[in-house]
């Protein structure tokens, strides 16, 4: 069985940068998907980001483009989520998310993360 443990969740202000690293043991897999959905509070868990074990394909909500990068170290079987210009939309619980096939969907999702708090406040 994959597990998962996040790191580098925290406060930050309008306009800074966060990097969420998630960190993936255990289990035996070939070309997983491995991402990151939130959850305000009150709303709906949502899609982030999501990027395939090889690297070669990334997905990212329309609300994650061209702000966040996600990417993966296949030696430290880490994926790491850089969050730039956040806003106080982007507060969330982000939760790690692995895959073992296809496209990454919420209802799909093998294994998550215990989840890590992001505040984005002035």
């Known amino acids: 069985q994959v597990q998962l443990a996040e790191s580098g969740g925290g406060m930050v202000q309008p306009g800074d940068s966060l990097r969420l690293s998630c960190a993936v043991s255990?289990?035996?897999?070939?070309?997983?998907?491995i991402g990151w959905f939130r959850q305000a509070p009150g709303k709906e868990r949502e899609f982030v980001s999501a990027?395939?074990?090889?690297?070669?394909?990334?997905f990212y909500a329309e609300s994650a483009r061209g702000r966040f990068k996600i990417s993966v170290d296949n030696i430290k079987n880490t994926v790491i989520l850089q969050m730039n210009s956040l806003t106080a939309e982007d507060t969330a619980v982000y939760y790690c998310?692995?895959?073992?096939?296809?496209?990454?969907?919420?209802?799909?999702?093998?294994?998550w993360g215990q989840g890590t708090q992001v505040t984005v406040s002035s």
């Open positions: 990027i395939s074990w090889s690297g070669l394909s990334q």
């Open positions: 998310a692995f895959q073992y096939f296809g496209v990454m969907e919420l209802l799909k999702v093998d294994s």
């Open positions: 255990g289990g035996t897999f070939e070309n997983p998907s």
